[in-house]
Structures are given as structure tokens and as C-alpha cells.
T-cell receptor
Framework: EDQVTQSPEALRLQEGESSSLNCSYT??????LFWYRQDPGKGPEFLFT???AGEEKEKERLKATLTKKESFLHITAPKPEDSATYLC???????FGAGTRLTVKP | DARVTQTPRHKVTEMGQEVTMRCQPI?????VFWYRQTMMQGLELLAY????????DSGMPKDRFSAEMPDATLATLKIQPSEPRDSAVYFC??????????????FGPGTRLTVL
């Protein structure tokens, strides 16, 4: 069965302290991997789609990368407004990971 | 600013009652998804449609859940009869699929369902 595992479950950072979130997957023939951000009480907000190993995408302080087994979401110099739950999902069966809850302290 | 809309935003009902949730996808999108989110299970795909045709509803309890897309501007998710374990936030999302891959999904704000 396909699996999507995110780590860590929760991450607390100081403002400006860069870090990475991990999404590992076991899927045959990955069609695409999504990253979303979800704020409390809201629907997930699309961030990136990655299709092939080696691909990278950037948006402001976020950069997503993809290998054959996992994806990383790198957060550079985070700000308190980056606090949210970050979700990844595989396009094959839209299976979501449990998410990483990120808190950035000022 | 195009967005997915869902109604109602909140619904409290009693066990055994019928619940209908509605979704208006973004105009021009050809794929509509229904998800359920709980603390225990996270975000789970229930069903999805492409060009209004149901493609996969394997995530839905078949005996009580049904999903339809009567036209391109409306998708519905119905629970009959509802049970307390159905309490969750139900999200609708829409996107454009080309060649079997949906590049982006836009989520609605969700319907928070509480079954007493």
C-alpha cells in the first residue's frame, strides 16, 4: 500500500532559524508530489507540485526539492507568519501525509 | 479572485439525519475532489469526479455516503443516515487535469460537520 510519511510531527523555530521538513513516500511511478500549507480553520493552500527527481521549486522563503524516495521543504529565515501545518501528498491516489506543524517564534 | 465555495460552513445534526454538503468548483476546472479531515485520520480522499463523471469513490462508506455532480457548477456530498463518527471537516477541491495529472488543487473553506 502506498504510504506518505512526514517528519517531524511538530517543529518549533526561532524567527530566522532555517530548517527543513521531510516527506517520504512509497509509491510506484510517482505522478506528482504536492506541498500545501494549512492554517487553522482553513482549507489547505497550494504551494508546489514536483514531478521528477532533482526538480526544485521556490516561493519566497520556501524551496521544495524531490528525490526518488522523499521530498524536502526548506524554510529559509522563517517569520512568524510562516507558522502553519505543512502537508504533502502524492498525485497517484491523493494520499496525504499527517503534516508537520510549524511554529515560528519572534 | 476565483475560489471554491462550500455550503454550509457549519452543520450540527442528530444521528440518523440526512446531511447534504454543496461545493461550487472554480469555473473551468474539470476535476472535483471530496476530502474528509479528522484529527485521528488526517486528510482522506473520499471521491473525485472528472468532467462530472465519478472516477473513484473507494474512500467513501458506500452504504451511507453518496457524491454527485449534477452540473459543472455544483458537486454534492450526502450522508444518509449520519452517525457520530462522521463528525469531521469536509473539504471540496477543484483543479484542472491534463494527461492524467492534476497540476494544482484549490481547496474550499470546508464544512465542519458535527453529528450528535
Amino acid at each position: 500500500e502506498d504510504q506518505v510519511t512526514q517528519s517531524p510531527e511538530a517543529l518549533r523555530l526561532q524567527e530566522g532559524e532555517s530548517s527543513s521538513l521531510n516527506c517520504s513516500y512509497t509509491v510506484s511511478g510517482l505522478r506528482g508530489l504536492f506541498w500545501y500549507r494549512q492554517d487553522p480553520g482553513k482549507g489547505p493552500e497550494f504551494l508546489f507540485t514536483l514531478y521528477s527527481a532533482g526538480e526544485e521549486k521556490e516561493k519566497e522563503r520556501l524551496k521544495a526539492t524531490l528525490t526518488k524516495k522523499e521530498s524536502f521543504l526548506h524554510i529559509t529565515a522563517p517569520k512568524p507568519e510562516d507558522s502553519a501545518t505543512y502537508l504533502c501528498a502524492v498525485d497517484n491516489d491523493m494520499r496525504f501525509g499527517a503534516g508537520t506543524r510549524l511554529t515560528v517564534k519572534p | 479572485d476565483a475560489r471554491v465555495t462550500q455550503t454550509p460552513r457549519h452543520k450540527v445534526t442528530e444521528m440518523g439525519q440526512e446531511v447534504t454538503m454543496r461545493c461550487q468548483p472554480i469555473l473551468g476546472h474539470n476535476t472535483v475532489f471530496w476530502y474528509r479531515q479528522t484529527m485521528m485520520q488526517g486528510l482522506e480522499l473520499l471521491a473525485y469526479f472528472r468532467n462530472r463523471a465519478p472516477l473513484d469513490d473507494s474512500g467513501m462508506p458506500k452504504d451511507r455516503f453518496s457524491a454527485e455532480m449534477p452540473d459543472a457548477t455544483l458537486a454534492t456530498l450526502k450522508i444518509q443516515p449520519s452517525e457520530p463518527r462522521d463528525s469531521a471537516v469536509y473539504f471540496c477541491a477543484s483543479g484542472f487535469t491534463l494527461g492524467g495529472s492534476t497540476d494544482t488543487q484549490y481547496f474550499g473553506p470546508g464544512t465542519r460537520l458535527t453529528v450528535l
